[in-house]
């Protein structure tokens, strides 16, 4: 309205300017109005007069209204704030700390903001929190316990135990969760135990209470035992001597076997002849070299290997009534997997089981056994441009020097082996003692089909003279027979400045080399090795016959007289209520009579 008013004032000022008469018009300094007109100044003009005109009446002007256009105003639009348009909102999450910790979450912190765009501007975020980012603080670890890790620790059932009693243990574990250890698993409450037993000076005295012995106690912490202490004396019993000493039965003869006949408990094996049985291991409660059959879950660490064959679980490969066993296998590329001591380990060569003895004996006894899955016979044929051979048992002079390839290796020096051959898969025997005697070309497979576990025994005397020295080969209790029967003394090994002897004995020492899309591996357990072939075992049969392959089971000496033996029960994979026999084979060889035993396994 007010525009308006403006316009109509200017129409009207503009409307009277334009009606003021001519007379009030005025000329210049050197001009002169005449007739309504300005005309120069002329001196010599004279001015008529001039008749009075009659007057002329003047018509009144009536201003013509010019109408008046009232501009539109310019409405401008509202500014944006970026992509948000006026009166638009946008919102965030933001938080009232930027750390919580462990075990909450930041949503419990959060807050939803928002603010709107004015006209290009954007008001203040609603709310108050100020953070914009939130974690969540790591766990707390317990010591050097990383959160959701376990300690490990190894308790056992008594703290005390006589001898032929084992230390019975398990191991716990408990979870650290943002630095609180749970409970301990398990129920066993000793950090230790102690296995006492009684030794004497003398197996054989011949006078009544010469008999001298001696406490010894051995401690086991932390699953690992120690050793005997004291040590003087090693014998565990000790007789009355009532027949000439030089006087033993020719045979061994079992009168009475007493105790019960279930795996891991203690037999008591009486009779006559039996020679004697030195305590090649003081750092375990039996007498043996060597014995594992990996049914705690976790290898003897007095067996060892530069990576070790696997640990396996899969019930449907196992020995029967076996719980664990190992597996070895040589990959294309190397793999994670934890082998029969517990270790993880990443490599190509997954095998590798040793023993190593303090010096160089010349008579051993030792076994294993193995199965070959089905598929095997394919899998040692299937990369023919390498060495296509196995050795899966065996025993090795471990020297210092070498000499065309002869000591200071691991290799088999007497060993069992199989590779392919142009018509089948042999069973080979061994011996790198000047020349190489294989001993048969009959299959494998016709001793220990595919997929089926099979015992394996070699013996060696090398006591005897030359050219009688001995090397048995036994699968099943049958012996092989073979081209070479005798080792003969190995003159690149005396070159090498090593005597005749082994000190090194094998269980699945080489593989050849497979696939990483089909496996072809080698299974093994019950390794057990000693420097005597005097040993306890039991049988199916009631006849002792090397000419035929029959299920036998060594079991494990505790201790061993001429007339009384104690021995660990080893099931094996003897099966419940099945007829069993009970022989005593003596250091030189001999083999006592049969006697049945109630098998209450």
Same mark, same amino acid.
């Given at each position: 309205?007010?525009?308006?008013?403006?316009?109509?004032?200017?129409?009207?000022?503009?409307?009277?300017?334009?009606?003021?008469?001519?007379?009030?018009?005025?000329?210049?300094?050197?001009?002169?109005?005449?007739?309504?007109?300005?005309?120069?100044?002329?001196?010599?003009?004279?001015?008529?007069?001039?008749?009075?005109?009659?007057?002329?009446?003047?018509?009144?002007?009536?201003?013509?209204?010019?109408?008046?256009?009232?501009?539109?105003?310019?409405?401008?639009?509202?500014?944006?704030?970026?992509?948000?348009?006026?009166?638009?909102?946008?919102?965030?999450?933001?938080?009232?700390?930027?750390?919580?910790?462990?075990?909450?979450?930041?949503?419990?912190?959060?807050?939803?903001?928002?603010?709107?765009?004015?006209?290009?501007?954007?008001?203040?975020?609603?709310?108050?929190?100020?953070?914009?980012?939130?974690?969540?603080?790591?766990?707390?670890?317990?010591?050097?316990?990383?959160?959701?890790?376990?300690?490990?620790?190894?308790?056992?059932?008594?703290?005390?135990?006589? *001898?032929?009693?084992?230390?019975?243990?398990?191991?716990?574990?408990?979870?650290?969760?943002?630095?609180?250890?749970?409970?301990?698993?398990?129920?066993?409450?000793?950090?230790?135990?102690?296995?006492?037993?009684?030794?004497?000076?003398?197996?054989?005295?011949?006078?009544?209470?010469?008999?001298?012995?001696?406490?010894?106690?051995?401690?086991?912490?932390?699953?690992?035992?120690?050793?005997?202490?004291?040590?003087?004396?090693?014998?565990?019993?000790?007789?009355?001597?009532?027949?000439?000493?030089?006087?033993?039965?020719?045979?061994?003869?079992?009168?009475?076997?007493?105790?019960?006949?279930?795996?891991?408990?203690?037999?008591?094996?009486?009779?006559?002849?039996?020679?004697?049985?030195?305590?090649?291991?003081?750092?375990?409660?039996?007498?043996?070299?060597?014995?594992?059959?990996?049914?705690?879950?976790?290898?003897?660490?007095?067996?060892?290997?530069?990576?070790?064959?696997?640990?396996?679980?899969?019930?449907?490969?196992?020995?029967?009534?076996?719980?664990?066993?190992?597996?070895?296998?040589?990959?294309?590329?190397?793999?994670?997997?934890?082998?029969?001591?517990?270790?993880?380990?990443?490599?190509?060569?997954?095998?590798?089981?040793?023993?190593?003895?303090?010096?160089?004996?010349?008579?051993?006894?030792?076994?294993?056994?193995?199965?070959?899955?089905?598929?095997?016979?394919?899998?040692?044929?299937?990369?023919?441009?390498?060495?296509?051979?196995?050795?899966?048992?065996?025993?090795?002079?471990?020297?210092?020097?070498?000499?065309?390839?002869?000591?200071?290796?691991?290799?088999?020096?007497?060993?069992?082996?199989?590779?392919?051959?142009?018509?089948?898969?042999?069973?080979?025997?061994?011996?790198?003692?000047?020349?190489?005697?294989?001993?048969?070309t009959t299959p494998l497979f016709n001793y220990a089909p595919m997929g089926t576990w099979h015992r394996y025994?070699?013996?060696?005397?090398?006591?005897?003279?030359?050219?009688?020295?001995?090397?048995?080969?036994?699968?099943?209790?049958?012996?092989?027979?073979?081209?070479?029967?005798?080792?003969?003394?190995?003159?690149?090994?005396?070159?090498?400045?090593?005597?005749?002897?082994?000190?090194?004995?094998?269980?699945?020492?080489?593989?050849?080399?497979?696939? *990483?899309?089909?496996?072809?591996?080698?299974?093994?357990?019950?390794?057990?090795?000693?420097?005597?072939?005097?040993?306890?075992?039991?049988?199916?049969?009631?006849?002792?016959?090397?000419?035929?392959?029959?299920?036998?089971?060594?079991?494990?000496?505790?201790?061993?007289?001429?007339?009384?033996?104690?021995?660990?029960?080893?099931?094996?994979?003897?099966?419940?209520?099945?007829?069993?026999?009970?022989?005593?084979?003596?250091?030189?060889?001999?083999?006592?009579?049969?006697?049945?035993?109630?098998?209450?396994?």
């Amino acid at each position: 309205m007010r525009y308006f008013l403006i316009i109509i004032l200017s129409s009207l000022i503009l409307l009277l300017t334009s009606c003021v008469p001519e007379a009030r018009k005025k000329c210049k300094e050197n001009q002169i109005l005449i007739n309504g007109s300005c005309v120069l100044k002329e001196q010599h003009i004279v001015e008529e007069p001039t008749p009075t005109p009659n007057p002329t009446p003047v018509p009144t002007i009536i201003p013509t209204l010019v109408p008046t256009i009232i501009p539109i105003p310019t409405i401008q639009p509202k500014l944006s704030c970026g992509t948000v348009p006026h009166n638009g909102t946008e919102s965030r999450i933001a938080y009232s700390a930027a750390t919580v910790t462990y075990g909450q979450s930041c949503s419990s912190i959060q807050q939803t903001q928002a603010r709107t765009c004015n006209n290009g501007v954007w008001s203040a975020w609603s709310g108050s929190y100020t953070h914009l980012s939130c974690s969540v603080q790591a766990a707390l670890a317990c010591g050097t316990i990383a959160s959701g890790a376990f300690e490990l620790r190894t308790m056992y059932q008594a703290a005390n135990v006589v *001898d032929g009693k084992n230390c019975v243990s398990e191991i716990q574990n408990r979870k650290c969760t943002n630095g609180q250890l749970e409970t301990w698993s398990g129920t066993y409450t000793q950090p230790k135990c102690v296995i006492s037993r009684t030794r004497y000076e003398s197996d054989i005295v011949q006078v009544v209470g010469a008999c001298k012995s001696e406490q010894q106690l051995m401690t086991c912490e932390n699953a690992i035992c120690g050793v005997w202490t004291p040590s003087n004396y090693t014998f565990a019993t000790c007789l009355l001597q009532t027949t000439p000493p030089n006087i033993l039965s020719e045979s061994p003869s079992i009168s009475t076997v007493s105790g019960s006949i279930n795996s891991g408990e203690i037999l008591t094996i009486t009779g006559i002849g039996f020679g004697l049985h030195a305590d090649h291991n003081l750092k375990k409660d039996y007498l043996v070299a060597g014995w594992e059959n990996f049914e705690t879950g976790l290898a003897d660490p007095i067996f060892n290997g530069n990576y070790g064959p696997e640990l396996v679980t899969n019930t449907n490969v196992q020995k029967a009534n076996s719980k664990y066993a190992a597996k070895g296998y040589n990959w294309e590329t190397a793999r994670p997997y934890t082998n029969v001591w517990g270790q993880s380990k990443n490599a190509k060569t997954m095998y590798g089981f040793y023993l190593s003895l303090p010096t160089l004996q010349k008579k051993i006894f030792m076994s294993g056994w193995f199965m070959f899955p089905e598929g095997f016979d394919t899998g040692i044929s299937y990369h023919t441009e390498v060495i296509d051979q196995t050795k899966f048992m065996g025993m090795t002079p471990l020297g210092t020097k070498v000499v065309d390839g002869v000591g200071g290796y691991p290799g088999g020096k007497t060993y069992f082996a199989t590779r392919r051959g142009a018509t089948t898969i042999p069973i080979m025997t061994n011996t790198e003692d000047g020349h190489l005697g294989e001993g048969t070309t009959t299959p494998l497979f016709n001793y220990a089909p595919m997929g089926t576990w099979h015992r394996y025994d070699i013996y060696v005397d090398l006591n005897q003279p030359e050219g009688k020295k001995i090397h048995n080969w036994y699968v099943d209790g049958l012996k092989l027979s073979r081209i070479y029967q005798n080792y003969n003394i190995d003159a690149k090994l005396i070159q090498a400045g090593i005597s005749d002897g082994f000190n090194y004995l094998s269980w699945l020492m080489f593989q050849f080399q497979g696939s *990483d899309n089909q496996v072809w591996p080698q299974y093994m357990d019950d390794a057990f090795a000693n420097l005597t072939q005097a040993r306890i075992e039991i049988s199916e049969s009631p006849v002792w016959d090397e000419n035929k392959q029959t299920h036998k089971e060594i079991q494990i000496p505790l201790s061993w007289a001429d007339t009384k033996i104690m021995v660990k029960i080893n099931k094996g994979a003897f099966s419940s209520n099945q007829d069993l026999y009970l022989y005593v084979i003596t250091d030189d060889g001999k083999i006592s009579a049969a006697k049945k035993i109630q098998n209450a396994f």
